[in-house]
């Protein structure tokens, strides 16, 4: 008589997910053998990740359920990148804070404004998103910056958000809003200590110190 193992499907092999290369990965998770070769000879993995399901599902004839899966999969490699990546604890300069803020802002299709409250060692107190707009601009109040940064108790706050167009020069609405807050933030003794833009090639300014 013979085994009854014997006549089980063989189990398929594991991937060793460490090593292996990105088509592997891409056919992994969509569950789709050869799917990988219409998703990555289009785009690469910086561009999917930045793209919407609907987006990503016209461009590489996926269903959007899958093509909502593998941006789950994109998004949870990002925030694991952003929660091991070596931050700055004090944020002192604008390279401080876009290195703080990049790896959260710079992959974004849409601009975000985000703040950290300082405390009076320019260490981070704490972080909160502000405002989330579409795909050119961002819109905040400046009650609700004001509003943010006492609510977490800070000596001083930054501000930041990303342009996806890759262009880090400030708009003339990022001078108006930072000159806004600065002279507001002043008068209630919390002061602006900068406003840095990020982009996705990692180009940076500060609209304080243009």
């Known amino acids: 008589m013979s085994d009854a193992a014997d006549s089980l499907p063989s189990a398929t092999p594991l991937v060793d997910v460490l090593t292996a290369p990105e088509a592997t990965l891409v056919d992994l998770v969509l569950g789709i053998p050869g799917a990988a070769s219409r998703v990555l000879g289009l785009h690469g993995l910086l561009e999917l990740g930045r793209l919407s399901p609907h987006a ?16 789950a999969a994109l998004e949870l490699g990002r925030r694991a990148h952003a929660a091991r990546s070596r931050r700055p ?29 300082l405390d009076a060692h320019h260490g981070v107190r704490g972080v909160r998103m502000l405002s989330r707009g579409g795909l050119t601009a961002t819109a905040v109040q400046q009650t609700d910056v004001l509003r943010a940064a006492l609510e977490m108790a800070a000596t001083s706050f930054v501000l930041c958000h990303n342009h996806p167009s890759g262009d880090p020069k400030p708009t003339d609405e990022d001078v108006e809003l930072t000159n806004a807050v600065e002279h507001a933030a002043h008068l209630i003794g919390v ?7 990020v982009t996705p090639a990692g180009r940076f300014s500060s609209v304080l110190r243009r």
């Open 56 to 71: 990503l599902a016209q461009r590489t004839e996926l269903g959007l359920h899958d093509a909502q899966r593998l941006l």
């Open 191 to 197: 002061p602006l200590a900068d406003h840095v833009i």
């Open 89 to 117: 604890r004090r944020l002192r300069s604008p390279r401080d804070i876009a290195r703080f803020f990049e790896p959260t802002l710079a992959p974004l299709v849409h601009e975000e404004l985000w703040m950290a409250a």
